[in-house]
């Protein structure tokens, strides 16, 4: 197990719990992600993974543990909160507003922001980027296929213009074809400088662009490195539950 | 009835109708963004007689008489949340729907207390009582100021709703409330907000209600609620455009069973729309426009 402390990161999660009823969902998890880069956390189902991103936006409440983001704590903050700090989370699902229409969607990733003209211009240039939005502008959200859905939610969440991204399995329920779009964009989205947390089933494409990774098994990290230092076996073994390494 | 006659009726249906569907409005709304019952949603109505009644004996003009009791609901909507539903933010509907209960109870107990049981007069202008005279046709002149203040009321709230930043995040709200708060509609401004359109809704209808009863007593407010469940049930509760559409509905069948049921079944008019209303339910349990909480 290997493991690089990030020197000043921009997110710094230490000792987080978090618990449904009498169940932990996550155990003592720490972790770090560095302004710049493309973090994955990896893990099976039930791992903890969609819990983490919930309680790094604020949608959950941890029992324990700290959450730092650009230096200062935002642990116990409601989601309203977190998005104004700078923190985006793409929900699983995605979670378009179904009656709404695309660019009312849109509208509303951008209500924390006021600058009314440069909205505007935010919002053509993502429909300019995913034409098939730009299409159905006026059209309900709820009428579009997946992958355009999940185009939508991933424009709508950066209408904020957040500095960091959590998408939580953005390929879940996607043809081949919008997977590269998709995992293309977050590339894109990094080298322009937005800060990358990833959740993925899709391991290897995950670990093709991310530049470190973490594994989680039921609430625990039980590996973390660079994504050329995790070895095969490590992984392997996470998703079985084959032992607990460390 | 004579095509005259069913011309009047029809005008009162609309009159009746739009009463009911801004009380249904602004109960549903609070459904929508909440998923609460706020059964104490009728003593908004009350609250509207009495503040009525206060800026009568001030001797303000009528017009202001009216602005006053829309907005002693409106506020009244908003304290009730703040004091009384927020606390338990995330408590059961059985919760939520039992304080609503309490805050119902302390609020008429209150009005007895400090005014009285008996009904007071609330004195409106006599131009109301009036009627012209179209043709052969009779129309009140309360029934055509409330049917119009009914649209201009529904038209602006449509407009609010459709084209204002709140108006969205309120329908952002009502359809998934957590992602919403994610990307940044707070829940607390949001459900503030749904109580204050609540309120005045329920202040709005709760004028037009005032001029036709004219008079308010501590429990003036609970034929009001129960219409206002009935007509968003028939809607589909949480579903403003359902709502609406109940309330008309419910509007229409009880002045259409008014005028045409025999006089010794009269007194049945409202048991006899409700059996409609049961009939329409046993076959759409969810409501005639419900599927599950949406807004327009």
Redesign the interface.
């Known amino acids: 197990m290997t493991d690089r402390s990030v020197t000043d990161p921009l997110l710094a999660v230490d000792g987080l719990t978090v618990g449904y009823g009498s169940v932990l969902a996550l155990r003592d998890v720490s972790l770090e992600v560095a302004a710049g880069e493309i973090v994955a956390a990896l893990g099976p189902n039930g791992a903890g993974k969609t819990t983490l991103l919930r309680t790094l ?1 604020g ?1 959950l409440k941890p029992r324990s543990g700290s959450v730092r983001f650009d230096g200062s704590s935002i642990v116990g903050m ?3 909160s977190v ?2 700090r700078g923190i ?2 793409i ?1 699983e699902g995605r ?1 378009v ?4 229409t695309v660019q ?1 969607n849109l ?3 951008g ?2 922001r006021s600058d009314r003209e440069e909205l505007r211009a935010d919002a053509q240039r993502w429909l300019e980027r995913f034409p098939i939005l730009g299409e159905r502008s006026g059209q309900l959200a709820g009428t579009l296929s997946g992958g355009e859905q999940q185009q939508l939610a991933i424009a ?2 950066l209408m ?1 213009r957040p500095r960091m991204l959590l998408l939580d399995e953005p390929s879940l329920g996607l043809g081949p074809i919008f997977v590269d779009r998709i995992f293309e964009l977050v590339v894109e989205l990094r080298d322009a400088g937005t800060t990358i947390l990833l959740v993925e089933q899709n391991v290897h494409r995950a670990l093709a662009i991310a530049d470190r990774a973490y594994v989680l098994s039921v609430g625990s990290v039980v590996a973390s490195g660079p994504t050329e230092s995790l070895v095969e076996g490590e992984l392997e073994r996470s998703y079985l539950g084959i032992g607990q390494p460390g | 009835m004579t095509p005259s006659e069913f011309v009047q009726q029809l005008v009162n249906a609309l009159s009746l109708g739009s009463i009911y569907a801004l009380l249904a409005l602004g109960l549903s709304m609070v459904y929508g963004v909440m998923g609460m019952l706020n059964f104490a949603y009728g003593e908004l109505v009350t609250i509207t007689g009495y503040a009525m009644l206060a800026a009568t004996y001030l001797g303000a003009p009528f017009v202001v008489v009216a602005l006053v009791g829309i907005l002693a609901a409106g506020v009244a909507s908003v304290l009730m949340e703040l004091i009384a539903f927020r606390p338990l933010r995330n408590a059961s509907f059985v919760s939520l729907l039992f304080t609503s209960f309490a805050v119902a109870q302390l609020i008429q107990g209150a009005f007895r207390q400090a005014v009285s049981v008996r009904a007071r007069g609330v004195p409106v202008p006599d131009l109301l009582g009036n009627a012209i005279q179209i043709g052969s046709v009779r129309i009140s002149v309360l029934s055509i100021i409330t049917a119009a203040i009914g649209a201009v009321s529904l038209a602006a709230l449509t407009l609010f709703l459709r084209r204002s930043r709140a108006g969205l995040s309120m329908r952002a709200a009502s359809q998934d409330f957590t992602t919403a708060r994610l990307m940044g509609v707070r829940a607390n401004g949001v459900i503030s907000l749904a109580f204050l359109i609540s309120g005045l809704l329920a202040g709005i209808a709760g004028v037009l209600w005032m001029a036709r009863t004219t008079s308010v007593n501590p429990t003036t407010g609970f034929v009001p609620v129960i219409e206002a469940f009935i007509a968003s049930v028939i809607g589909g509760l949480g579903n403003l455009r359902g709502a609406v559409f109940g309330g008309f509905f419910l509007g229409a069948l009880e002045v259409f069973l008014q005028a045409t049921l025999p006089g010794s079944l009269l007194p049945y008019t409202q048991a006899a729309a409700l059996l409609v209303v049961v009939g329409i339910l046993y076959v759409r349990p969810q409501g005639l426009f419900g599927q599950k909480v949406e807004a327009i």
């Open positions: 936006a949608a409601g989601p309203e998005v104004r985006a989370l929900p979670h507003f179904p009656k709404l009312e509208t509303i990733g209500i924390t709508r969440a904020s």
